[in-house]
């Protein structure tokens, strides 16, 4: 006998890694430099200079049953302080290190607060579409019902009116993320004041707080000059679960953080809620070495060359063949509308006549477009630019 729900979760098949495994296979026939392969999000950049540098003299000067050691169960407490006065600088939110919770990536701090906000199967978490699949798995793993906000497929901000629809007396949590995975697109801040005035009419309405879980991992990936505006300085009741996975090209280090301030309605005892649930998924005392090296190169920022002529390459190049969508002013994904309305179609035929990766926007709640992830080689972009264009006009 083993549990039913996990067992779904375990063998429900990804289209993601199923597109990449395909991928890897492909290239065994025809070469790797025949396959094109849009589908994985996995940074491409090299992490900072400091951040090699940092592990390097970590090792080299620290005692070495230290750096292996166990850390404090929500992190060092220096190393959430240089993380508070990071945030401090940059957003002057009065950030203190005793409002941060260190967490193994970004996953287990979103599994972590939905665990902590929900009290009953008549609680509902709301979900804007587009969003990343796993949210269903995350949001969900308690028994939570899952509200969808369909996807504003023109400019791919938040469609007020069906927000405030999904709205009701049982909404525990709001959940965003920007810059969004898959459609690049940041919530611009006249947004994210609709929503904050939205869920402070509603929180009033029905007696208690509505919060804001925003979705951090690709804060510092942006473009242009494009600010990302900080939702807790828009929204007090704002838990903010980030990762640098992506802005250090860390993605196998998995570390990152929940920071609930006291600003938060009720935050104190949601910060012990947080806590409990960590411990309950085992994602408590992350890495020691990684924590240490974050706290240290928290200021670095990312060198976004790469991807920005990667973006500009890509979408130049298909809307001048005729693709429709909207230009990403951050991460590294390009959102496109299938020219024949059926993405997935669109993918098997891309996959099968040109060995072209794509994922199909489904997964995201969002049928009708594929996602381009754009953290490839430029060179691999050029030599792919043929088969998008036998695609498009293989409709026309």
């Known amino acids: 006998m083993v549990n039913e729900k996990y067992y779904g979760y375990g063998t429900a098949p990804s289209v993601i890694r199923e597109l990449f495994a395909y991928g890897l296979e492909q290239a065994k026939v025809v070469g790797k430099e025949n396959v094109y392969d849009y589908s994985l999000g996995n940074p491409s950049i090299p992490a900072p200079k400091k951040v090699n540098e940092t592990i390097k003299r970590l090792l080299d000067e620290e005692d070495p049953i230290l750096i292996h050691g166990y850390s404090m169960a929500p992190g060092f407490e220096n190393v959430r302080q240089q993380i508070a006065d990071n945030l401090n600088e940059r957003f002057n939110i009065n950030a203190k290190a005793s409002e941060l919770f260190m967490t193994c990536g970004c996953a287990p701090a979103l599994v ?16 804007i579409a587009p969003y990343f699949p796993e949210y269903n798995v995350f949001f969900g793993c308690d028994g939570a019902k899952l509200k969808v906000v369909p996807a504003d497929t023109e400019h791919f901000q938040i469609n007020m009116e069906e927000l405030e629809k999904a709205i009701g007396p049982h909404t525990v949590g709001v959940v965003i993320n920007s810059p969004n995975n898959p459609s690049g697109v940041v919530y611009t801040e006249e947004t994210l004041k609709k929503v904050a005035d939205m869920l402070t009419a509603k929180g009033n309405e029905y007696g208690h707080p509505i919060y804001l879980i925003a979705d951090e991992p690709y804060r510092e990936l942006v473009y242009g000059g494009v600010k990302v505006p900080f939702v807790p300085c828009v929204y007090d009741n704002t838990i903010v679960c980030y990762s640098w996975s992506k802005s250090l090209s860390l993605p196998g280090e998995r570390i990152g953080y929940v920071f609930i301030s006291d600003r938060v309605a009720n935050g104190k005892e949601l910060y012990a809620a947080v806590a409990g649930a960590a411990r309950e998924i085992g ?3 992350p890495p020691t070495l990684i924590q240490r090296v974050v706290g240290e190169c928290v200021g ?76 490839v080689s430029n060179d691999m972009i050029k030599r792919s630019l043929p088969a998008f264009k036998a695609m498009i006009e293989s409709y026309k």
Do not use: I, M, Q
């Open 112 to 127: 972590s607060v939905a665990k902590a906000l929900t009290t009953s199967t008549e609680d509902e978490f709301v979900l």
């Open 283 to 285: 994602s408590v005392c």
């Open 300 to 375: 670095c920022d990312p060198d976004l060359k790469a991807y920005d002529e990667n973006r500009n390459l890509l979408y130049n190049t298909l809307t001048e063949y005729g693709y429709e969508c909207a230009k990403p002013d951050g991460a590294f994904y390009l959102f496109v509308k299938a020219p024949n309305g059926d993405a997935k179609a669109f993918s098997e035929k891309a996959k099968l006549e040109h060995n072209l990766l794509v994922v199909p926007g489904d997964g995201f709640a969002c049928p009708g477009f594929f996602r381009l992830s754009y953290c």
